[in-house]
């Protein structure tokens, strides 16, 4: 079995499953690698990510760990046999491998929910809103650089406006709205784009005001993907070097909670919309 240099965020997704269904069912690695007929560093690979894992072989981990949830053993089935080779792939060795992992977790998500509070969120960013986050950049970008991360933002962006585009939401914070990342022009062609979004029937934008009440302890930006079942959603979260990937269930609750308080405050998507205007009428 071929052994994987760097797996995905999906793949180690996988990996991650099967070792706490493991642990679920009180087996030990070796013992699990006897059940299957492996080699113990056999099994340390599949549970690391290095290798992957027939769908024969996931089923009859299933049975053994006594796992009797169906569909979390389809859905774990159907990522361990995908071969699926997207559009991100063009980019594999010219950008930063978690942006290759954000690309394939939103070619599979089931939905999307963002919650931003000082910049828009990507998939509703135009070129030149984007370009002036990037170019921000310390240390900074070079040309190259910069422009293959532009294209690969706007690429992304076929979650929401591609051919099979997902249920997204987004919850703004008005000072997201604010800011001027670049100048006026910018950020007018910003709005527009907003406004132009949220009136598809599969894009929800609400705002947050300043002057709305009881946010201080929802405040939290964040982006939710929904998996094929609710096990395998994801939470990923901006870090100083990269992106972190939640998937632990006690933490994908809390997102979920923080993510309804989120909601409880923000303005609906229709009094959103008009705020929105009133802000692109102030520039």
Request: glycine fraction near 4%; hydrophobic fraction near 40%; charge should be neutral.
């Amino acid at each position: 079995m071929t052994t994987r240099r760097e797996p995905t965020a999906r793949q180690m997704r996988l990996a991650v499953e099967l070792r706490r269904l493991r642990e679920a069912a009180g087996l030990s690695a070796r013992q699990a690698a006897a059940l299957l007929g492996v080699s113990p560093v056999q099994m340390s690979h599949i549970e690391s990510g290095l290798s992957g894992v027939s769908e024969e072989r996931l089923r009859r981990l299933a049975s053994h760990y006594a796992c009797t949830d169906g569909e979390f053993i389809e859905a774990l089935v159907a990522v361990a046999t995908d071969r699926t080779r997207g559009w991100w792939e063009e980019y594999r060795g010219l950008l930063p491998t978690s942006f290759l992992d954000l690309s394939e977790l939103d070619h599979h998500a089931s939905f999307r929910r963002d919650v931003a509070i000082l910049y828009v969120p990507g998939p509703l960013q135009t070129e030149g809103y984007a370009r002036a986050v990037f170019s921000s950049r310390v240390p900074e970008l070079t040309h190259d650089e910069l422009e293959l991360r532009i294209r690969h933002r706007i690429a992304r962006q076929v979650i929401i406006d591609g051919p099979s585009p997902i249920p997204y939401e987004a919850v703004i914070h008005e000072a997201a709205l604010r800011i001027r990342v670049s100048d006026r022009a910018a950020s007018r062609a910003q709005l527009a784009r907003l406004l132009e979004l949220s009136e598809s029937d599969h894009v929800s934008v609400r705002v947050i005001p300043f002057d709305l009440d009881d946010f201080a302890r929802a405040a939290s930006t964040m982006t939710y993907m929904g998996g094929p079942v609710p096990k395998l959603d994801t939470v990923v979260r901006d870090v100083p070097h990269g992106s972190a990937f939640i998937d632990s269930e006690a933490q994908l609750g809390a997102f979920r909670t923080r993510f309804r308080k989120v909601e409880a405050v923000a303005l609906e998507p229709e009094q959103s919309r008009d705020f929105i205007h009133r802000l692109t009428k102030e520039l």
